[in-house]
């Protein structure tokens, strides 16, 4: 507390020596102060992560990476007293050797600042004899001790051709596309680092994928069956590609078997959010019954099936139904956003979890694995999926879920949640 002028000049008058009281602090007032001075500092809110090869010695990382809690005129010396930025390359997930390392740090060298995001750009040397490894990059906030860590499987025997060209938007452009799609009509460059004579092509299949199968289910698909070979297209890299036709499109060396390929989406200008009712509709099959996927199905009407399907679910309650109209497809659009690959994000067995369990609150993963965990607030016991890597003509990028019956216990209160209104964003 602070003195007044005349409480000072009695305390330096007087004989009787005054001691000043300290206010109390409760623990939970400390403990309010410290969050809220979390909540103040910058932290990392995700990273995504590509790399190409430069020559036979090198290869250049990009990541976009993207702060929370963060002044639109932050400088980057600020940012530097908050996190301590290094990289690792390790022989395998989970492992402490160290291969390779080095530090970064906010710089122009390494940063630049593209809207909310921070484009991020450096090279790690392309290891000799090492056919795969995991590069590690942690964001270390220097005051708290923790660390924002992400990983990055590579391939040092460039054995996809993704790892030697990517997708840009422009030809002069040195920070690569990072969303797995691309609008029909627009214009994109497909380039190496350093200019190439290479052959490439692009070999398109008609898109009939179907939505993921249930967590309970015993079916079997095979991926190849729901799409069509239309047609095979040559490019030249480094030259600007326009695709008027939606679909599948891999990138290849090789057409006729595409083992080296880079699948992606070519869709209309909605994507990732949908507003076609036909698609809406079937979207819906993750809180459906059986008899409302029938129903859906078989009225010709998109846009009548989706408003009485949406009343019937709300019991007639309206404000209901537009709660879960725009709840239930902002999680498809943002499932779409993530995980899109050769299909819409939503059709793929993460993205069928994701609609309807939202994200996880802690993921596990090794080269081949990837574990979702989810708190359950009743009990100490957390909800598993467990994915497994399984590399098709398509992508590397294609992860499977471990199906099992008794998913059922805590699947179907979760979907009676969506069907009454009760998952909030």
């Known amino acids: 507390m602070r003195f007044s002028l005349y409480f000072l000049f009695i305390l330096l008058t007087s004989i009787a020596c005054k001691v000043q009281q300290k206010k109390p602090v409760s623990k939970e007032s400390a403990v309010l102060d410290r969050a809220k001075a979390r909540e103040s500092k910058p932290v990392v809110s995700s990273i995504n992560g590509k790399y190409n090869f430069v020559d036979s010695t090198n290869a250049r990382v990009f990541m976009v990476v993207e702060l929370a809690n963060v002044a639109d005129d932050i400088t980057f010396e ?169 679909g599948v499109y891999v990138l290849t060396q090789s057409p006729d078997s595409h083992q080296d390929g880079y699948g992606f989406l070519v869709v209309d200008e909605r994507f990732p959010r949908d507003t076609e009712p036909q698609s809406l509709k079937e979207s819906l099959v993750y809180m459906s019954t059986p008899k409302e996927i029938e129903e859906l199905k078989n009225n010709e009407n998109a846009k009548e099936a989706l408003d009485l399907y949406f009343l019937n679910v709300a019991k007639g309650n309206q404000a209901l139904a537009k709660q879960l109209v725009k709840t239930y497809y902002k999680r498809v ?75 059922s216990s805590f699947w179907y209160p979760f979907v009676e949640a969506w069907r009454t209104g009760n998952v909030v964003e």
């Open 78 to 246: 600020k940012l530097n007293k908050v996190f301590r930025i290094q990289w690792s390359i390790l022989p395998e997930y989970g492992t402490k050797e160290k291969l390779k390392s080095g530090k970064l740090e906010f710089a122009e060298e390494f940063f630049k600042k593209v809207g909310k995001n921070y484009q991020l750009t450096f090279d790690i040397p392309k290891l000799k004899n090492v056919e795969s490894a995991v590069m590690v990059l942690d964001f270390i906030d220097i005051e708290a001790a923790t660390k924002y860590t992400f990983d990055l499987p590579l391939d040092f025997y460039a054995k996809k051709v993704d790892t030697r060209y990517l997708v840009y938007d422009k030809k002069d452009d040195v920070f690569p596309k990072f969303i797995p799609y691309i609008y029909e009509g627009a214009e994109f460059v497909v380039k190496a680092i350093n200019p190439s004579q290479e052959k490439l092509f692009l070999k398109r299949y008609s898109n009939l994928s179907l939505p993921a199968l249930s967590p309970m289910s015993a079916s079997k698909r095979d991926p190849m069956s729901e799409f069509a070979s239309e047609e095979v297209i040559e490019i030249v890299a480094g030259e600007p590609v326009s695709l008027k036709q939606k």
């Open 333 to 407: 659009a943002d499932a779409n956003k993530l995980f899109s690959t050769y299909k819409e994000g939503w059709k793929t067995d993460k993205g069928m979890v994701f609609v309807i369990m939202g994200p996880p609150s802690r993921v596990q993963r090794n080269r081949q694995r990837e574990v979702w965990l989810y708190a359950q607030n009743s009990n100490n016991s957390e909800i598993i999926f467990t994915f497994y890597r399984k590399t098709n003509a398509f992508t590397d990028q294609n992860f499977e879920l471990v199906r099992y019956p008794e998913y």
